[in-house]
């Protein structure tokens, strides 16, 4: 049994404990009505704190993971603490931790938590002793979410240093340097974002701004990817307005997006996904942007189901369609989108959302998770190394060939 337990009170380290219902009901017409019949003068709202997907809380024998469950927003802040590599694995396949960056940073903990009990009983003797155990979480992990190349990426990086240590270095000073490297990688996704947040708010024009699925500070390490840019142009003062697409069939859009958007005061109107093309022919869309869970040498991008059709359609509107995705994202290794595994996932997701029955029970059902937008409806890639206009095999390369990052 996962070693799992799902907390009401959120933990220390993490956001806000402030509900966000709260802040939403507040906003009501009702509600600002009988502010201003009692004229009572209030000062502009200020942004809540963010919220925190994942935190990795105590030292190496008394570690655990500590997750905000995205399930249960916006609803419910709820935490679940995870000290297991089968409690991890559940919490990634369940998506309570969900975004490409955000499930490689929980994975490299993960390692961690499945080595040490490992490493404790052999105390003094070298890290060859829980090889066998690194290799486990890392097989198990690795195929939890296939197509989210972050998660690869991050158990690939903790693979290099146990294997350029191994030698030298105990079992417990092994976790205790894979402890450190989950660590790296955490800080560094938050300063990745704050990179391609600069870069993207750069680009965003004043107007609608469309986006799809969620890739805020719950999808990342730090303030988000594409949602980072739109927060960040927003704050600089740029005059947008942001179009959240719901995102079916586990509606990112409207749980997380959403949410976010509100709690960062940015103004956001809710549409159904259907609803894009409608938007952006009446003149309400001035750019797409969106996140990315895998990207291949030519610049094909695997993302949530519905980045495709929003990029066929910002093509037809001619409306700019942004990619935004840190060099984790990157899979050189594939020549194209076309090689990309895409992660099915269970009918009932479509069938039952949120466990209401909206179809025969017995129906068959596709659900796809991701689909690959070709590299040609791209106008460009923002990564925290810069901008990769018209992306294309070369242009690609010029920028994310050579050293690792640069952040
Ligand atoms: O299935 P999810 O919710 O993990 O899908 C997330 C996305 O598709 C995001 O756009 C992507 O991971 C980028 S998050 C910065």
């Not at 906003?27 to 009572?40: E, G, H, L």
């Not at 655990?64 to 469950?69: N, P, S």
């Not at 066998?132 to 097989?139: N, Q």
């Not at 099915?344 to 059902?365: C, H, K, S, W, Y």
Request: charged letters at 20%; hydrophobic letters at 45%; aromatic letters at 4%.
């Amino acid at each position: 049994m996962p070693a799992a337990r799902t907390r009401s009170a959120p933990p220390a380290a993490t956001g806000s404990s402030k509900k966000p219902t709260a802040t939403a009901a507040k906003s009501t017409p009702v509600a600002r009505k009988a502010a201003s019949a009692k004229r009572v003068k209030r000062a502009p709202e200020a942004p809540a704190q963010p919220l925190v997907g994942v935190v990795w809380q105590g030292g190496l024998g008394d570690g655990r993971i500590v997750l905000l469950d995205q399930t249960k927003l916006p609803g419910e802040l709820a935490y679940r603490t995870v000290t297991d590599l089968d409690g991890l694995r559940q919490a990634i396949l369940d998506l309570v931790v969900r975004g490409a960056p955000a499930i490689g940073i929980a994975g490299a903990y993960g390692l961690v938590l499945h080595c040490t009990p490992a490493a404790l009983k052999k105390p003094g003797r070298t890290a060859h002793v829980i090889r066998a155990a690194f290799a486990k979480a890392f097989d198990r992990l690795v195929s939890s979410r296939p197509t989210a190349v972050n998660l690869r990426w991050a158990l690939e990086r903790c693979r290099e240093v146990f294997d350029r240590h191994e030698d030298h270095l105990t079992a417990i000073e092994m976790c205790a340097r894979l402890l450190l490297e989950a660590k790296r990688i955490h800080r560094e996704d938050e300063q990745l974002c704050a990179k391609i947040a600069e870069h993207g708010a750069g680009l965003l024009p004043a107007g609608g701004i469309y986006t799809h699925c969620n890739t805020g500070a719950l999808a990342t390490g730090g303030v988000g990817t594409a949602l980072g840019a739109i927060v960040t142009a927003y704050h600089l003062g740029r005059k947008i307005t942001v179009f959240a697409g719901e995102t079916r069939p586990l509606l990112q859009g409207a749980r997380l997006t959403a949410l976010e958007l509100q709690r960062a005061g940015v103004p956001v109107t809710l549409c159904t996904d259907s609803m894009a093309a409608s938007l952006m022919a009446r003149g309400k869309i001035q750019a797409v942007i969106v996140g990315a869970d895998r990207i291949t040498a030519n610049g094909d991008t695997a993302n949530k189901i519905g980045t495709y059709s929003l990029a066929v359609l910002a093509k037809h509107h001619g409306i700019p369609f942004y990619v935004a995705a840190p060099y984790s994202t990157f899979d050189l290794s594939l020549a194209t989108g076309a090689a990309i595994e895409i992660e099915e996932r269970n009918g009932d997701e479509v069938r039952r959302p949120q466990g209401t029955l909206f179809a025969p029970a017995d129906i068959a059902v596709a659900n796809p998770a991701f689909d690959v937008t070709p590299a040609e409806l791209i106008t460009a890639i923002i990564t925290e190394r810069g901008v990769i206009q018209a992306p294309s095999a070369a242009n690609v390369a010029k920028l994310m060939t050579g050293s690792a990052t640069k952040a």
